[in-house]
């Protein structure tokens, strides 16, 4: 149902409405007739597009009267025509326009591209189905747009002010420029001036509400007049402005005769930064290049004005440049005996490491001081076994200053090499500001976390490293922000990652790459109590008497409270039950002269549950089972594999969460064993009519890589030959379809934990063989290894005297099956 009131419109007498438009409500801006204007549809002007794009586009704007204070500051006293609807006035002269284009954003906005056609009145507001409609009838302009004299004048008249102020205005575009000079009739040529000129809202609506010509080229010429003054008066501004600039810079040059004059009178008024830098200059020493830039930047300086951007930044880059350490170097500490004692103090094991800077500290006593070169060393290793530390006990040992910078997460090139000075805020790389802080030129460097670098579009910052950590070419590190060399010969760069797989090649073959790997069980039992107990009774707030934990107590938190490679989280669990005792202590439950014995119990009780399980070996393999062994970044793990035939056709399931390595070092496992299966009696129809399954348990836990080979094949053989494998016994390696055993990587972790299992009976590839000797002598003495090199030898090991003769009570499956076929 439609709804129509009549609106009564200031200075419109009783005319009758032919059409109607879509009522669009808006306040800003002004549109003017041939204009094309950008519009935001708000949720109320909605509806009222969505009908006017169903028919023929037009939309009546009849636009929001500002307040009265900003009416009042009209430059003509007139009587504005005006409605009120919903609460507001509304301009009584409004603007038909055209939608050219619609536009629908993803945040789900809509904007809409209008052109101006025609001034209209509004003679009634009708609403229906929820949307107004405004009737309306189109103003014709005034007779006064005839062409006669005066009116010409007039055009004449506002075009050369336009295009006055178009010259002073950049602004302006050019072809509006060229359609005021060729519009076709003078309402034209206003509504286009109106447009174009930075008017504020209240002489927009002005001028859109004059549909007499002549009145509206008479306003036009007032706003017109007021903006060249405007403009002439900034142009006057902006000159006084440049004077007062060459002013400063003839007062500059009136002050530096005056400086002159002052030196011929024995008058001293030189800048004080100046004095300052010579001073500094003078007692310090400099390398010949270095020296040479400083007081060529110096002289810079003095012509600088103090108050120029320039001056700071010359000031600020020969400060850095007296900063540095260029010639200041700490004594080395090069008695061997006693670096090794600082050593064994902080750190226990990481024998290999130790060893190596001790060799350093014995070629430093032989070489001469201008041949010695740092070493570049690259400790690698899980989380937690003292990479961070070791470099600061290194330091301590050899009487160095220690710095220590993390890249975890770097990715711009300019934190190794610094920015140019041309920058804003521009200073050296990390390199040179550490150095800077260390103090000498010789300290020991850590880059820690160098695995963790990034790159992105601000370039490589590892590739940046590979002058750092190039021993023939870090005596010339060239810093973006110095532009001098600076010799890093001297300085000892250790670089720590837990990962060696995300350095880059040519960054790894700069450095010495020494692995530190977990600790054992026992090992993680003297540094807990050497160290960690200790520093965690005091850091809790308690005295050494009042704690006293049991080597028991350390087994548990070790075997079933942590899980991990290194030992933070075992300090932390020794942090928690000294805690607890903390909190027991102040409230009453334990006396403060108390001495509490922390026992195996007593860690349950404090910690409550066990959290981990340890791996246990089954001492009674069935036919059909075998164990492994694997690595993981929290250490070594035994590896059960278990298998089965069911009737079928010849297919192979393998299962336990198997990455694609694993699986196919599986397919190969049962190629070998099925090409071998006729010397143990096994027909080829056996497998033609059953299919197998082979499954690793712990299947919630990915499992990858082809050290599981061997161990796969002996659990097929097991299964076919239907007796079990040597019990106790756990194997690593991988294995070729010609039955070649090879060598993998991670036995020390792997080993450990067998042995921590309850395995007395190792089995490894011959490859192998020189890490078993480096394994700690309480895990070799423990174990029985046997080293072999291909699959015959695998199988004589795996199955015993006694497992062979057991063989005739309980038959093979595959014997089972060739009897039945006889």
């Known amino acids: 149902m439609a709804e129509s009131s009549n609106i009564s419109v200031t200075g419109i007498g009783p005319v009758k409405p032919e059409q109607a438009a879509p009522l669009f409500l808006m306040r800003d801006p002004v549109i003017f ?29 009849f636009p929001e009267l500002p307040g009265d204070e900003e009416l009042g500051v009209l430059p003509l006293q007139v009587t504005l025509k005006l409605f009120n609807y919903r609460e507001k006035r509304r301009s009584g002269v409004g603007i038909l326009v055209r939608v050219v284009k619609e536009l629908n954003f993803p945040d789900g906005s809509v904007r809409i591209l209008v052109r101006g056609l025609k001034r209209i009145f509004c003679h009634a507001i009708e609403t229906a189905g929820g949307v107004p409609s405004a009737r309306y009838v189109i103003c014709n302009e005034s007779a006064s747009e005839n062409e006669d004299t005066e009116n010409k004048a007039r055009q004449k008249s506002a075009v050369a002010a336009f295009q006055e102020l178009a010259g002073a205005m950049p602004g302006i575009p050019e072809e509006l420029q060229v359609a005021v000079l060729n519009a076709e009739s003078p309402g034209r040529l206003a509504d286009l001036i109106s447009d174009a000129l930075n008017l504020n809202y209240a002489e927009k609506i002005l001028l859109l509400s004059m549909t007499d010509v002549r009145r509206r080229f008479e306003v036009l010429a007032i706003l017109m007049n007021r903006e060249l003054e405007v403009l002439k008066l900034g142009m006057k501004i902006q000159s006084e402005v440049h004077q007062a600039m060459s002013q400063q810079q003839r007062e500059f040059f009136l002050r530096e005769q005056l400086r002159t004059i002052q030196q011929e009178l024995g008058e001293d008024s030189r800048n004080p930064d100046i004095i300052e830098i010579e001073e500094r200059l003078e007692s310090t020493e400099l390398p010949p290049h270095v020296l040479e830039v400083v007081r060529k930047e110096l002289s810079r300086l003095e012509v600088i004005p103090q108050a120029a951007p320039e001056y700071h930044i010359a000031y600020t880059y020969i400060n850095w440049l007296l900063d ?7 004594e080395d500490r090069l008695d061997c005996a006693e670096a090794e004692k600082v050593l064994d103090a902080d750190h226990y094991g990481l024998e290999d490491v130790k060893q190596r800077i001790l060799e350093f500290l014995a070629v430093l006593q032989l070489k001469p001081d201008d041949e010695r070169r740092a070493p570049i060393l690259c400790l690698v290793g899980p989380p937690g076994v003292g990479k961070t530390s070791l470099g600061q006990s ?17 990715r711009d090139e300019a934190e190794i090499r610094g920015h140019r000075r041309t920058y804003v805020g521009a200073l050296p790389g990390r390199i040179i500001q550490n150095l800077k802080k260390a103090g000498s030129g010789n300290p020991v460097f850590m880059l820690d976390e160098i695995d963790k670098l990034a790159s992105d579009f601000r370039g490589d910052p590892a590739s940046a490293l590979l002058e750092v950590l190039d021993p023939a070419q870090n005596n010339s590190f060239n810093d973006h922000y110095l ?4 010799d890093l010969s001297k300085v000892f760069f250790i670089a720590t990652a837990n990962l060696l797989e995300t350095i880059p090649g040519p960054l790894q073959d700069r450095m010495e790459i020494i692995r530190l790997p977990g600790y054992t069980s026992f090992e993680k039992r003297e540094i807990a109590r050497r160290y960690l107990v200790g520093r965690q009774v005091k850091a809790n707030g308690l005295k050494a008497k009042q704690v006293r934990f049991q080597l028991g107590a350390v087994d548990e938190l070790i075997d079933h409270y942590t899980r991990e490679a290194g030992v933070r989280e075992l300090e932390r669990c020794i942090g928690q039950v000294c805690r607890r005792i903390a909190r027991r202590i102040v409230e009453g439950k334990i006396a403060p002269d108390e001495t509490v014995s922390v026992t195996p119990a007593l860690v349950q009780e404090l910690l409550g549950a066990r959290k981990f399980l340890m791996d246990e070996a089954d001492a009674k393999l069935g036919p059909g089972c075998a ?11 035994i590896l059960p594999v278990e298998v089965i035939s069911l009737p079928g056709k010849g297919g192979l399931k393998l299962t336990g969460s198997l990455g694609k390595v694993m699986q196919e070092s599986a397919e190969a496992a049962f190629s070998l064993v099925r090409a071998h299966a006729a010397g143990w009696g096994i027909g080829p129809e056996f497998f033609a009519e059953h299919d197998f399954h082979i499954h690793v348990p712990d299947g919630a836990t990915p499992k990858d890589g082809p050290s599981a080979g061997v161990t796969i094949t002996m659990a097929l053989v097991s299964h076919l030959k239907n007796e079990a494998l040597r019990p106790r016994l756990a194997m690593t390696g991988e294995i070729t379809l010609r039955g070649r055993v090879t060598a993998v990587g991670g036995i020390r972790e792997k080993v450990i934990a067998a042995l921590r299992a309850g395995i007395d009976t190792v089995m490894l590839p011959e490859e192998n063989r020189k890490d078993a000797l480096e394994l700690p002598e309480e ?17 004589k090991v795996a199955f015993s005297p006694a497992r062979k003769r057991a063989k005739a009570k309980a038959p093979a499956p595959g014997a089972n099956r060739k009897e039945k076929k006889r």
């Open 483 to 486: 532009e001098v060399d600076y």
């Open 394 to 410: 290194i330091a301590r040992a050899m009487n160095r200053n220690f710095i220590r910078v993390s890249l975890g997460g770097v």
């Open 627 to 637: 164990t492994g062994m694997a690595w993981t970044s929290c250490g070594g793990v």
């Open 324 to 330: 540095l350490p260029w010639c200041i170097f700490t």
């Open 779 to 795: 895990v070799k003495s423990k174990l029985e290894f046997h080293f072999v090199s291909d699959f015959a030898e695998a199988a």
């Open 33 to 61: 007739p041939y204009s094309l204007t950008p519009l935001l549809v708000d949720e109320e002007n909605l509806a009222a597009l969505r009908q006017t794009m169903e028919r023929d586009r037009l939309l009546a704007i």
